[in-house]
């Protein structure tokens, strides 16, 4: 059955709640009506024309038109179908359009996930989406490229040290600045490590995989750890206002060699942590 939509004037709109709209965006402009059957039922069909603030907006506006689309009843198969096919193309990069030679790796994680899944339950899942799409952005923002996101990690990668070393600050302060659900506490803990790794058919492969992986785990949750390859990497393009603090010499499980770790500070981001896990 095709239910005819009667449109909306600028009044009747007006007078609409927030609750009833899928998407706000953060100036306020309302986009999706989902106060009826109808109206649910267009934005199933408009929902790729919206331009979207980010991921993370994006994410939310499909739950808020999901759950709405299940209370009329309906049951949105060519929607599913279109997203769960968007999601496979982002999860699975093209290998042609990732660099070679010299990169620069950079790996995130929750950190203490399996606490926050068992505090959040079924919320978890949205947080962990939150998380992802917070990453991906910032990734994207500074030139970089996923390469794999499963549980709670997320691998990145640059052509450039700077670039990669720009993502992390900028994934730290908006994690920072993020609302989250019921007053929770959600970190990421950040590793950074330059290298020449191989670009096999089933993506990198090398010791500066493995590196960056240690590092990351040797953190702590709004901390981002640099290796001293990743510092020289850099050289005199680090940003006004960030600090790379030495923070020792570390055995990490794993490496044949100590490895020479960098804090990476500036404003808006934690300084004070535990030592690392090393």
């Given at each position: 059955m095709v239910l005819a939509m009667a449109k909306l004037s600028a009044k009747d709109r007006a007078n609409l709640p927030d609750r009833a709209f899928a998407y706000i965006a953060s100036d306020g402009r309302r986009s999706l009506p989902i106060h009826d059957e109808a109206h649910v039922r267009n934005a199933l069909a408009r929902f790729e024309r919206v331009p979207f603030e980010s991921d993370a907006a994006r994410d939310r506006?499909?739950?808020?038109?999901l759950n709405a689309a299940k209370k009329y009843g309906i049951v949105p198969v060519g929607f599913v179908t279109g997203q769960l096919r968007s999601e496979r193309r982002s999860r699975s990069p093209d290998l042609s359009t990732l660099p070679t030679g010299s990169v620069t790796f950079l790996l995130a994680d929750i950190?203490?996930?399996?606490?926050?899944?068992?505090?959040?339950g079924d919320g978890y899942a949205a947080v962990l989406t939150d998380v992802r799409s917070i990453i991906r952005s910032c990734v994207r923002r500074c030139g970089g490229h996923?390469?794999?996101?499963?549980?709670?990690?997320?691998?990145?990668v640059f052509e450039r040290a700077s670039e990669?070393?720009?993502?992390?600050?900028?994934?730290?302060?908006?994690?920072?600045?993020?609302?989250?659900?019921?007053?929770?506490?959600?970190r990421v803990r950040i590793g950074v490590h330059?290298?020449?790794?191989?670009?096999?058919?089933?993506?990198?492969v090398g010791l500066s995989v493995h590196t960056v992986a240690r590092i990351c785990s040797a953190g702590h949750g709004?901390?981002?750890?640099?290796?001293?390859?990743?510092?020289?990497?850099?050289?005199?393009?680090?940003?006004?206002?960030?600090?790379?603090?030495?923070?020792?010499?570390?055995?990490l499980t794993g490496l044949p060699t100590q490895?020479?770790?960098?804090?990476?500070?500036?404003?808006?981001?934690?300084?004070?942590?535990?030592?690392?896990?090393?």
């Open positions: 506006a499909r739950r808020r038109l950190e203490g996930s399996t606490a926050l899944l068992r505090r959040l996923k390469v794999d996101a499963h549980g709670d990690e997320y691998f990145a990669a070393m720009e993502a992390a600050i900028d994934i730290q302060r908006t994690m920072g600045n993020h609302r989250w659900p019921n007053g929770a506490d959600v330059s290298g020449r790794p191989t670009l096999a058919d089933t993506g990198y709004g901390q981002i750890v640099l290796s001293a390859r990743t510092k020289t990497a850099v050289g005199t393009d680090v940003p006004a206002g960030v600090r790379l603090r030495n923070i020792g010499r570390h055995r490895e020479v770790l960098y804090q990476v500070e500036a404003r808006g981001l934690r300084t004070r942590f535990p030592a690392l896990r090393s």
